[in-house]
């Protein structure tokens, strides 16, 4: 079956399976149930996951980049399409991971949570990087103490775009 068609269960139970996951059958089940739980699914866990709310499939996705514990997750945008509550979650779990040692690649373009999330940071202006390091190293490089908005602003006042003109394609 492909994702789309198979139920969420099956799904979450198809990462926690993968052959570098390597657990009894019983630890299987309980972490399945935990995420199950922990992003809101389990009530919905034989429904087919392609006929899911964007939301939802977002947290089923979540769920299974998080169910497995990689040492390396490499997360786009991974809020896009999810409640409050949902991403405070999402949050939290980040957390956790790297605290128990994960590389976690963050990929967003609200920086708000990533200056809540990540100890490091790299801004990208028109496909390049423009600037890498800690907060506090960035915002020193901009003299002042700001947010990383101000920051992000700052490195790449000079890459902006300009703004189209009405009527103009």
Known sequence: LVGSEMCIRDRLDSVLRNKRFTAKEKELTERAQEFLDIFGLYERQNEISGSLPY???????????????PKLLILDEPTNGLDPYATRTVHELIRERAAEGA????????????????????I????RLAAIGRLDELRASTAEDRSLEAVFFQITSGD?????REGEA
């Open 160 to 164: 902006a775009p300009e703004p189209r």
């Open 103 to 122: 590389a976690v690649f963050f990929s967003t373009h609200l920086l708000d949570q990533a200056e809540k999330l990540c100890s490091r940071v790299g």
């Open 55 to 69: 939301g939802l499939q977002r947290r089923l996705e979540i769920a299974r980049a998080l169910a497995a514990q």
């Open 124 to 127: 990208l202006s028109r496909g």
